[in-house]
């Protein structure tokens, strides 16, 4: 007695087994009822295995595909964790000052420096010593912004313990000064004012008659908007022109945005793994950058 | 030249409607035109607001498109958007309720400008605020680009943007 042998391949591709072909040579039974039930079991079995092949070979893709996936993220990390320890390495020989293009900078060019920090990272201490490497560098002008306030709570306290500056004043021109101007800033110096500022606008042109419902008019200008942001906040100093963000994640956390149109912005990480050699390393980086509109 | 680059703008950005609209005719994308479009040609002005009608019932994919388009021109015609509204309704109000005299405070904060207002206004108001913005071209600021809506995005810039998303998504 003898059986043909059928491959699941051949029996998936017709379907149903009295389509069966065979592909291989085995023996063929002698009677019709045994092939018959022989034949119902091996499609039986195909067909099962098929499905399982089926099944299965979805979930081998799909494993596959989250396999690739986590592969590719784990080679970015490993890459960004080198860059990080070459980055780290980096800021030491600067800080140390073994790599001679970071010597001179050219810190006049940075006229107005902003520095956001996030809220739940502000270490007075921290800021204190920033502030003292900033002073140290030649920086004359800061802004200290955070998005809850917590800076502009601490302003006495930070000026009491670094006394190399001043509050910065509404009228202060960006001349060479003996002390370094500190600015505080939050959220509330950014959107709030906007709509502030927008009611003062409002108001005067209101008593004025000159609003119309005329849609195409325009009936304020860009620098309008801005002395009216200038009136409204007060001690408002000009447009950064770099933005330092201390924090973990890269955003400028709310600083206000009329003052950050051209502002060149490099992410710092978070403020307690601060260090001298970065700061160094941003302020280069600015003073190399060519801008080919505003400043 | 600068007439000359207007010009070269004006074609490609003919062009890319044109492309949009052959796309939007076999898929379902809504197409978004943010900026003040009047700055545009007729023609052009047109064809953008004949595409934005065309594919409004689509919410799937949106594609929101930055013409004639910065932050602060954004701020301040949003402004005079509020201050337009607030002036009608004050004129309503002051109109229709004469005797209510005593009510003045109320009045006073229903005729302010508020936040939501002017976010309301802009011509960014008819897509979320971004959570990823990436810049090419390795440059390091936003150049007046959407400073309002990325207060809590994250930022990246790249020369090349390929690999660079796939990390930032």
Not at chain 1, 169 to 180: F, G, I, S, T
Not at chain 2, 45 to 71: N, P, Q, W
Not at chain 2, 87 to 94: L, N, R
Request: with cysteine; glycine share 6%; hydrophobic share 40%.
């Amino acid at each position: 007695m003898g059986y043909v042998v059928y491959t699941s391949l051949e029996l998936g591709v017709w379907g149903r087994f009295k389509a069966i072909r065979p592909n291989s040579v085995g023996i063929l039974p002698r009677w019709k009822s045994e092939r018959r039930v022989l034949s119902f079991f091996i499609f039986k079995w195909a067909s099962c295995y098929d499905a399982l092949l089926l099944m299965g070979g979805d979930m081998i893709v799909n494993i596959l595909l989250r396999l690739t996936w986590h592969l590719l993220h784990v080679t970015i990390h490993l890459c960004y964790f080198a860059i990080n320890i070459a980055n780290a390495l980096e800021s030491h020989l600067i800080s140390n000052g073994l790599l001679g293009r970071y010597k001179s900078l050219h810190i006049s060019k940075l006229q107005y420096l902003a520095i956001v920090i996030e809220s739940e990272d502000c270490r007075t201490s921290n800021v204190i010593e920033l502030l003292q490497w900033l002073a140290d560098l030649g920086v004359k002008h800061v802004c200290l912004y955070d998005k809850e306030g917590i800076l502009k709570q601490s302003k006495d306290f930070i000026l009491e313990k670094f006394n190399g500056a001043t509050l910065f004043q509404e009228n202060d021109v960006l001349l060479d000064q003996p002390l370094m101007t500190l600015e505080f800033a939050s959220f509330s110096d950014g959107k709030e004012a906007v709509a502030k500022a927008a009611n003062a606008l409002f108001m005067k042109y209101l008593k004025s008659g000159s609003i119309s419902s005329y849609q195409g008019e325009q009936i304020f200008t860009e620098s309008q908007m801005g002395e009216a942001l200038k009136t409204v906040v007060g001690g408002n100093g000009p447009e950064p022109d770099l933005l330092l963000v201390y924090g973990p994640a890269r955003c400028h956390l709310g600083f206000p945005a009329w003052r950050i149109r051209y502002t060149e912005i490099q992410h710092m990480g978070p403020l307690k793994s601060m260090k001298y050699g970065s700061l160094i390393k941003a302020i280069y980086k600015f003073t190399m950058v060519q801008q080919n509109y505003g400043k | 030249m600068a007439l000359l680059n207007l010009i070269i703008y004006c074609y490609e950005l003919g062009e890319c409607m044109t492309v949009l609209a052959k796309i939007a005719k076999h898929h379902p994308i809504k197409v978004n035109f943010a900026g003040n479009l009047e700055l545009l040609n007729a023609e052009l002005r047109d064809e953008a607001h004949k595409l934005m009608g065309t594919t409004a019932e689509y919410s799937k994919f949106i594609v929101t498109i930055c013409v004639c388009y910065c932050c602060t021109d954004d701020i301040v015609h949003s402004v005079e958007e509020s201050s337009r509204k607030k002036h009608y309704y004050h004129s309503y109000i002051e109109d229709s309720h004469d005797d209510d005299k005593d009510d003045d405070d109320k009045d006073d904060e229903r005729h302010m400008i508020k936040l939501v207002d002017i976010e309301k206004n802009m011509y960014m108001a008819v897509t979320p605020d971004p959570d990823i913005l990436i810049r090419t071209g390795d440059e390091h600021r936003l150049s007046n680009f959407l400073q309002w809506q990325t207060c809590h995005s994250l930022w990246h810039h790249c020369l090349q943007i390929a690999w660079r998303l796939v990390y930032g998504i």
